[in-house]
């Protein structure tokens, strides 16, 4: 079992920046892939970026390329999502996840432990 546990959400302006968190305590964290997936309202779940094992390779959505960066510290057994350059369209409650895979991240159904979810709204 792996617990995991988003942080750093909140309300902000367009344009500005969050660092969400997502602390994962049970299993080795660093045999896991980890993802970041939102969900807005009245919408599907979306995948949002993924990075692998060790850190060296990393995927993301076409909406978010160039202004959001993941990153992990297996040490802390901690992933981080950097977010900038905020959007209204990227209100949503944000989830990080994690796979044993690392073919098929960009589908939600690959992942086998969630987190409870982190709220982001961005303001006009």
């Known amino acids: 079992q792996v617990q995991l546990v988003e942080s750093g959400g909140g309300l902000v302006q367009a344009g500005g920046s969050l660092r969400l968190s997502c602390a994962a305590s049970g299993r080795t964290f660093s045999g896991y892939a980890m993802g970041w997936f939102r969900q807005a309202p009245g919408k599907e779940r979306e995948f949002v970026s993924a990075i692998s094992w060790r850190g060296l390779s990393t995927k993301y959505a076409d909406s978010v390329k160039g202004r959001f960066t993941i990153s992990r510290d297996n040490a802390k057994n901690t992933v981080y999502l950097q977010m900038n350059t905020l959007e209204p369209e990227d209100t949503a409650v944000y989830y990080c996840?994690?796979?044993?895979?690392?073919?098929?991240?960009?589908?939600?159904?690959?992942?086998?432990?969630w987190g409870q979810g982190t709220q982001v709204t961005v303001s006009s």
């Open positions: 996840a994690a796979a044993t895979t690392w073919a098929g991240v960009r589908n939600w159904d690959q992942y086998d432990y």
